[in-house]
Structure formats: structure tokens, C-alpha cells
């Protein structure tokens, strides 16, 4: 008999093609993710579940999938949306895709950053607005990049990826990452600094750390304050590391110049919210690794996972054991 999954979304076909000869599968087929109960109700007697980051998995929803459950894939590198603690008790792996996504990542990173900087949104609507008379010497004036101090909160892959951009633009580049080496940082080409070193230094402040319970609203009123006036925020990493309400008040009073985020608390932001009127907010909807290529190679590595974690073999890309 066949193992059997429970595929939480469709994914690209590469994935499912590869899951397809080995399993007895279910995709939920609506373009928006389960809701728990029904997640939980679909999940029971499965050997294997392949979440995304829109699914929560709680020690609760792996105890009405029982006990036979391997295998918890995630098809993202970020897994804050599973209980890792209660699926390890429980002796059910945990897979993710790291890698394939950082390249991507980190290009959105740099969208951003150079979008927000050169105020290319608002140029968008000055246009449709009907305001363009003629070429104007101070219309639109922004920041200049090249030359600029960067700053990278969390040099793992993608935070690397983005200071290896940063060199071709002749960045200085700090970065604050509590576990890195100085030999890492002298790879990268970074300077390792303090964070509040880091904040009071940088003309951009990229974030890409994982969320966890020390990183949630590490940028936060008292963070922001530290800030210079004109420093520009990107966030490509997870919404909740920012305190969006103490982001708001900053930028709409001139703590820092802007934000550029491709990541929102809560997901999805609702079209009403007040931060979608500031002309300094530039908010895209988390589509960091949004490529045609990095979405398949996602989800060719989060099938072999699911494949492996059913079939009793070591994953090819377990989530680190920490
Ligand atoms: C991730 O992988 O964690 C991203 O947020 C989505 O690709």
C-alpha cells in the first residue's frame, strides 16, 4: 500500500510529479489555504503533510493527523508556522527548502531597497496623478545607493546574497549576526557591528533574520528611534519582526524616510490599512521568491522531503536541529 499525503496547496507540477508514483495524494485545491479545522479533518490517518507557511501546525493538528505521521514539508526555508518542539517530541521530521530561494530574495531585497530609494512608486502615481508638467530640479529627489551604508541584520544565506549586491554598488556594508564568525564576515565583505551600531550607522537597513521569540518586534519603537532620519527599512524576511504600528507612527512622523516590505503582519494586510496611504511605504505582497524557476525548485525539494520522510529515509533538507 501506498503512503498517503496531504499536499495543503497545489504546487508546481514539478513537486507533484514527483510525489504522484510514490503516494496516495490529496491536494486541497482552493487558491486560499485551509482553514485549521479543515486542515485538521483532512490531515487524519496521513503518513505525510506538505505545509506551507500559511498553515498552521500545532502539536494539536499533528495529534488529530495520529500517530502513523512521518513527515511535516515545508514549502518555504521559514517554518515559524510549524511547532517544531511538539513535532520533535512526537518524532515526526521536519523538512524545508533552504537555497533555492536565496537568490531571489535577495534580488526582491535589492528591488526594494533601489525602488525605495529612487522613489519609483511615487513616481508612478505622480505620472497618473497628471502632476508631470515638465523636468524639474528638485521633483522626486531621493537617495543616493551607491556609496551608502548598508546595514544587514542576520547574515545567514540570503542576508550574504544581498551584501554580495551591495559590492557591486559599492556599498559600505555592516551587518549585525549574533552566531557569525569574523572569517564569515570577511568572506561576505562585512563589518560586524553591534545593533545599535548597525541602526545608528546605516543609510538601509535590511532584515533577514528567521522569526522567533528573540526576533519578533526587534524593530520596535525604541530600534526605529535609533535610526537616522533618512534611513530607509527593507523587510523580505517575516512581518512580525517589525512592529508595523510602531512602523507606521515612524515613518509617518519623520523617525526614518521609508520602508520598502514584502512581508506584513498580519498576512494578508487588508487594502484599508493606513500604512498603504503613506507615500514613504512601499509594500509588496510576500513575493520574495516569486520566480518561475525558484517556486519549481521549491517544490522539487519539498516533494524528495515528503518522499523521504514517508518512505522512512533521512531527509535531504531537514530543518536544522537546534
Ligand atoms: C520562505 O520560503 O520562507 C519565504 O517566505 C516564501 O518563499
Avoid at 32 to 57: C, H, Q
Avoid at 58 to 63: H, N, P, S
Avoid at 278 to 289: K, Q
Wanted: charged residues 20%; hydrophobic residues 45%; aromatic residues 4%.
Amino acid at each position: 500500500m501506498k503512503p498517503t499525503v496531504f499536499v495543503a496547496r497545489r504546487i508546481p507540477d514539478a513537486g507533484l510529479k514527483i510525489i504522484e508514483p510514490v503516494c496516495e495524494m490529496q491536494v486541497w485545491e482552493n487558491s486560499l489555504p485551509p482553514p485549521y479545522e479543515n486542515l485538521t479533518a483532512r490531515v487524519k490517518g496521513v503518513d505525510g503533510i506538505l505545509s506551507l507557511l500559511t498553515d498552521r501546525i500545532d502539536g494539536a493538528l499533528m495529534d488529530a493527523a495520529g500517530a502513523q505521521l512521518k513527515i511535516i514539508s515545508q514549502y518555504a526555508v521559514g517554518y515559524d508556522n510549524i511547532d517544531v518542539a511538539a513535532a520533535r517530541e512526537r518524532g515526526i521530521a521536519i523538512g524545508h527548502t533552504p537555497g533555492v530561494l536565496t537568490e531571489a530574495t535577495a534580488d526582491l531585497a535589492f528591488a526594494l531597497l533601489m525602488a525605495a530609494a529612487r522613489r519609483i512608486q511615487e513616481g508612478v502615481e505622480y505620472i497618473r496623478a497628471g502632476h508631470w508638467k515638465t523636468w524639474e530640479p528638485t521633483t522626486l529627489l531621493g537617495a543616493d545607493i551607491t556609496g551608502a551604508t548598508l546595514g544587514i541584520v542576520g547574515l545567514g544565506r540570503i542576508g550574504k546574497a544581498v551584501a554580495r549586491r551591495a559590492g557591486g554598488f559599492d556599498m559600505r556594508i555592516l551587518a549585525h549576526s549574533p552566531s557569525a564568525t569574523a572569517e564569515t564576515a570577511a568572506e561576505a565583505g562585512v563589518t560586524l557591528v553591534d545593533l545599535d551600531r548597525l541602526l545608528r550607522e546605516s543609510d538601509f537597513v535590511s532584515l533577514h533574520v528567521p522569526l522567533n521569540a528573540r526576533t519578533r518586534h526587534l524593530i520596535n519603537r525604541d530600534t526605529l528611534r535609533k535610526m537616522k532620519p533618512t534611513a530607509i527599512l527593507i523587510n523580505t524576511t517575516r512581518g512580525p519582526v517589525v512592529d508595523q504600528q510602531a512602523l507606521y507612527d515612524a515613518l509617518s512622523s519623520g523617525v526614518i524616510g521609508a520602508a520598502a516590505l514584502d512581508v506584513t503582519d498580519p498576512e494578508p494586510m487588508s487594502p484599508d490599512d493606513p500604512l498603504l496611504r503613506l507615500p514613504n511605504a512601499l509594500i509588496v505582497p510576500h513575493v520574495g521568491s516569486a520566480t518561475i524557476k525558484t517556486r519549481d525548485r521549491m517544490a522539487v525539494m519539498a516533494a524528495e522531503n515528503l518522499v523521504a520522510g514517508v518512505t522512512g529515509k533521512p531527509l535531504p533538507h531537514p530543518v536544522p536541529s537546534k
